[in-house]
């Protein structure tokens, strides 16, 4: 079974930092990666995808298959960075459910 | 982008009772929808997979007589929570897959059982 985890669940960096929020996940097949965001108060929101490779908000991650990994980086965290982060995996196929980290909440401070 | 909406955003019942909440694609049609349950610091956990037009697929120990789940068209997603009890209170998150095959959610839905 597609298990994702994230080893960090509360993270904080100061303005201006670099931040990465690690996730390593286990899956014998093709799978697909994502991180979604939850700002305070807010429906969560998909940041990025591994397929697609871009970049948002100044986020990038890396798919890692011989490390099983796809941590999320970004240079110069800002203030509104502030959020919960979860990473999530989808079995190959697009009906497929995904499956969540524990997620990791990120504090920028001033 | 897409949006998903669920109705009630929050709802307070009394043990014993039943209630519904209601999850829609607005502007686009999901074949498939899924319901998360959410529990305080903890992070989403996935219920069932609805699928329209047929039965839910409901993860394990999910019971599925507790959690009804009903998907009778491309833009509508009921689960309802039959006879509800405090430990079933919760945050519940619906999702749906998008042409793009992006997954979008809802903003969730608070039950708190008195």
């Known amino acids: 079974a597609q298990r994702v985890t994230q080893p960090e669940k509360l993270l904080s960096v100061f303005k201006g930092a670099p931040v990465e929020l690690k996730c390593n996940y286990s899956?014998?097949?093709?799978?697909?990666l994502f991180w979604y965001v939850q700002y305070s108060r807010q429906r969560l929101q998909l940041l990025l995808r591994?397929?697609s490779r871009e970049s948002i908000k100044g986020f990038t991650a890396d798919l890692n298959k011989g490390e099983t990994s796809f941590h999320l980086k970004k240079p110069f965290a800002q203030e509104e960075d502030s959020a919960m982060y979860y990473c999530?995996?989808?079995?190959?196929?697009?009906?497929?459910?995904?499956?969540f980290g524990a997620g990791t909440r990120l504090t920028v401070k001033p | 982008g897409a949006v998903v909406s669920q109705h009630p955003s929050w709802v307070i019942c009394k043990s014993g009772t039943s209630v519904k909440i209601e999850c829609r694609s607005l502007?686009?049609?999901?074949?498939?929808m899924f319901w998360y349950r959410q529990f305080p610091k903890q992070s989403l956990m996935l219920m069932a997979t609805?699928?329209?037009?047929?039965?839910?697929?409901?993860e394990q120990g999910v019971e599925k007589d507790k959690f009804l789940i009903n998907h009778a068209s491309l833009t509508l997603s009921t689960l309802t929570v039959t006879s509800a009890h405090p430990e079933d209170s919760s945050f519940y998150i619906c999702?749906?897959?998008?042409?793009?095959?992006?997954?979008?959610f809802g903003p969730g839905t608070r039950l708190t059982v008195l």
């Open positions: 999702s749906a897959i998008g042409l793009w095959d992006e997954q979008f």
């Open positions: 899956y014998s097949g093709s799978p697909e």
């Open positions: 591994h397929i």
């Open positions: 999530a995996l989808r079995k190959d196929g697009a009906n497929n459910d995904m499956r």
């Open positions: 502007d686009f049609q999901a074949t498939t």
């Open positions: 609805s699928n329209e037009g047929s039965k839910a697929t409901y």
